[in-house]
């Protein structure tokens, strides 16, 4: 075994491992052994537990965003049931005005004065229409004796 003597230092090349001294298990003797890398055993832990941190902070962000996209819904939907009721509140309002407002009494009066008369059942023809459904304004309705359809 060659020694030197001093205090010399060897200088290491950038990513090269030092070397220590071991003995060996079964002849005793001293030996030079390279240095392993720190973590390299525990790398596939390291490497699982990186994925699990990452994983929990992007659940989190997405759980963080789902509950306050749920409470700006439940605003929007408190907002919405409001106003539904303050308009349907102003609607009855509006609709009780306007009962107030029509007077049956002074229709018929109206209607009276201008010679109208309520209508009875001899004054009302019924009649069916074979070919259409719809009677046009253009179209002419034919008395009972042209209609060829029947009464009801």
Known sequence: MNMTSGNTARKLMPGSRPYIFAVNEKTGELMLK??????LGELPYVVVL????????????????????TQYRVQAISGLESEYYRVSEQNNLLEK????????????????????????????????????????????????????????
């Open 97 to 152: 005005d306007l009962r107030e407002v029509i007077d049956l009494g002074q229709i018929y009066e109206a209607a009276a004065e201008l010679g109208m008369v309520q209508a009875n059942r001899d004054n009302v023809l019924v009649y069916e229409r074979r070919d259409s459904e719809y009677i046009y304004q253009t179209d002419n309705i034919p008395g009972i004796e042209q209609s060829g359809g029947r009464l009801r």
């Open 50 to 69: 990186a994925v699990v941190v990452i994983f929990t902070v992007i659940s989190c962000f997405h759980f963080i965003n789902l509950c306050t996209l």
């Open 34 to 39: 390279q240095e392993r890398s720190p973590f």
